[in-house]
Every structure is written in C-alpha cells, then in structure tokens.
C-alpha cells in the first residue's frame, strides 16, 4: 500500500516553455501533497505543501508564479513549470501524506531544460 | 543553517555488522523523526519513525533511537546485507498538528562491503 507515482519520469523541454508534473495516490486519499525538488548530491528541499482544494503553501524562495501547484483531488497534485530556464533543471519529487506523519513519496521526475 | 545534518557523508559496512547513521538536529520544535531510504533517481522510501516521545523504536533489522537532550538520532541496521547499500536521508517534522512538510538532512551514502 501507500503508492505514489509520478509522470512523466523524465523530461527535456527547451527554455521558456512549460512543463506540467503530474503526481498521483494510487491506493489512498492524500490530504496533503507536498513537492521537493533535489540538486545533484544535495538534499530534498521543500517547495510548497498543498491541500486539496486549497491555495497552496509555497516556502520562503520559491515563486509561486513559476512553479504552479494544482490538488485538484485527493489522489492527483500537479506541479507546473512554467518558462522553465536551465537552472530549474533539477529531480523533482513528490509525496503523500494520508493524515499522519509518515510521507510516501513518488519515484521524480527529472527535468532538463536546454 | 541546516536544521537536521547527517555529519557522514559516506559509512562503509561489512556485510552481517552492524550500521549506525547519526542524525542532529538544532530545532526544538521538531517532534517526530523519520528515516527514508533512497536509490539514485528514485523517490525515497520510508524506512522507520520514531516520536519525540519515545526514546527507541524497532522495526526488524531497523531501530531507530532518539536522545532529545542531545537533538540527536541515530539508524540501527543489524544485521547488514548487501541490499541495505543506499542512501539514508534523516528527516524530521515540526508538525505542532498542522501540515508541514519535512526537513532533510543531506544524507549518508551507506555501503556494504561484501
């Protein structure tokens, strides 16, 4: 139980365009999504948390206007690039939370912006 | 200033011995502790938790030990096996019974020598 996909696994798109990750709760009801994004040999940063239904809560940096967050329902979260330039080339990973502490996270999706 | 840091960066392990991953943490407000365990290019999977109110939790192979006066965690793989080779994330929440997303440490490259 408690997985959580992600599509597409990889992406390459070219500068200034858009590009839309999808993540999904395939055997539960998520009440809560959250997206990280991880650089080569770093650690998984928080973007936003986002609530189903709801605005979502973007951490302090991250611009809300660039990377769009969608929880349309309580099993799909999307997360939009929009104008991608290089540097957002990163791994871009979600996860679920069902209502308790423990996050199922998906398997990201590696971006590459040229 | 990284709020949960795991000082190893590597550990090398002979199969069938014990690991030890250290975790410290600076944010008093964390109240529950989790350890994932992640793959290159792949999502992190959830290993173990403990809460601030426990001082140890055992799962299988895996024990987890918490000393809140110290902010100090620590992973307990025993025995050690060749498919335990991975990278072990720290993570922690300051929940305060909202929804907050997790704060990693930078993790910890554990090997299995055969």
């Known amino acids: 139980g408690a997985v959580v996909s992600q599509h597409p696994s990889w992406v390459i798109c070219k500068s200034g365009t858009s590009v839309k990750i999808e993540c999904r709760s395939l055997d539960f009801q998520a009440t809560t999504m959250f997206w990280y994004r991880q650089f080569p040999k770093q650690s998984l940063m928080l973007m936003a948390t986002?609530?189903?239904?709801?605005?979502?809560?973007?951490e302090q940096g991250v611009e809300k206007d660039k990377f769009l967050i969608n929880h349309a329902s309580l099993t799909l979260s999307t997360l939009t690039v929009t104008s991608a330039h290089p540097e957002d080339s990163s791994f871009y990973i979600c996860?679920?939370?069902?209502?308790?502490?423990?996050?199922?996270f998906g398997p990201g999706t590696r971006l590459t912006v040229t | 200033d990284q709020q949960v840091k795991q000082n190893s960066p590597s550990l090398s392990v002979q199969e069938g011995r014990i690991s030890i991953l250290n975790c410290d943490y600076t944010n008093s407000m964390f109240d529950y502790f989790l350890w994932y365990k992640k793959y290159p290019a792949e999502g992190p999977t959830f290993l173990i938790s403990i809460s601030s109110i426990k001082d140890k939790n055992e799962d299988g192979r895996f024990t987890v030990f918490l000393n809140k006066s110290a902010k100090h965690l620590s992973l307990h793989i025993v025995p050690s096996q060749p498919g335990d080779s991975a990278v072990y994330f720290c993570a922690a929440s300051d929940s305060g019974g909202g929804a907050d997303g997790l704060t990693f440490g930078k993790g910890t490259h554990l090997i299995i020598q055969p």
């Open positions: 996860s679920a939370r069902t209502g308790g502490y423990e996050q199922y």
């Open positions: 986002s609530n189903e239904g709801s605005k979502a809560t973007y």
